[in-house]
């Protein structure tokens, strides 16, 4: 049963969407402060998170910052906010989604469904194969030469297609000393289109102006 963490400190927002989840079979927690959620989060494997901005402790974008340094779990920001800039701190952040209030709970059910569907790993397909234990990924069958920063980032991709990675969590997942500025993350990208092209695979990887790179779903 797929399992979803809704963290919101107010309950007419949370209770109707915890019941919208919980009819449509989904196994749904409830905390109200971004500690709390990193604490359950850290202790419990969980599916994806539903994650207010404004929390009474610390603000959702921090909670996403601290999350994403340990995790890639799939983040459905909700929030009061409608301003452009908040929506793209989100995305860039590493946030898979980003709804407004008010809100219907089934669009939301719907949008976690279009977000878990999007995000299954790519290796299930003819694609993509992403061997971890061996830390190597083939693509179309044929197994791609790549450096340890060229292939975290586009295992990290394969793992979440069609979420926009920003240069900054991309030079994260390099964690490499080599990679200190965020335009060396250009020249991985560069690096693996052109690894990728023989295989007529390079358009894969798209860039989302101003904000980063993603794979292509299709």
């Known amino acids: 049963m797929t399992r979803v963490l809704i963290v919101d400190d107010e309950p007419r927002i ?4 915890m019941f919208a989840l919980e009819r449509e079979h989904f196994s749904v927690c409830h905390v109200a402060l971004g500690e709390e959620a990193l604490s359950r989060l850290a202790a419990d494997k969980v599916d994806l998170v539903v994650l207010d901005v404004g929390l009474p402790d610390i603000n959702g974008f921090e909670v996403l910052k601290q999350l994403r340094q340990r ?12 301003e452009e800039v908040d929506r793209i701190l989100g995305l860039e952040l590493g946030g898979d989604d980003y709804v407004t209030k008010p809100f ?53 991709m394969i793992q979440h297609p069609g979420q926009v990675f920003s240069r900054a969590r991309l030079l994260d997942i390099c964690d490499s000393d080599e990679d200190s500025f965020e335009r060396s993350v250009d020249t991985h990208i560069k690096t693996l289109r052109a690894k990728l092209k023989p295989l007529h695979s390079d358009h894969l990887i798209a860039t989302r102006r101003g904000i980063g790179y993603y794979l292509e779903t299709a």
């Open 71 to 82: 995790s890639e779990v799939p983040v459905l920001f909700l929030t009061a906010r409608q």
């Open 104 to 156: 219907s709970p089934r669009e939301v059910v719907a949008r976690i469904r279009a977000i878990l569907k999007r995000g299954q790993p790519r290796q299930a397909q003819t694609l993509w194969q992403l061997d971890e234990a061996g830390a190597r990924i083939l693509c179309k069958g044929q197994a791609l030469s790549l450096t340890r920063s060229e292939y975290r980032i586009l295992a990290a």
């Open 14 to 17: 949370a209770e109707p969407l």
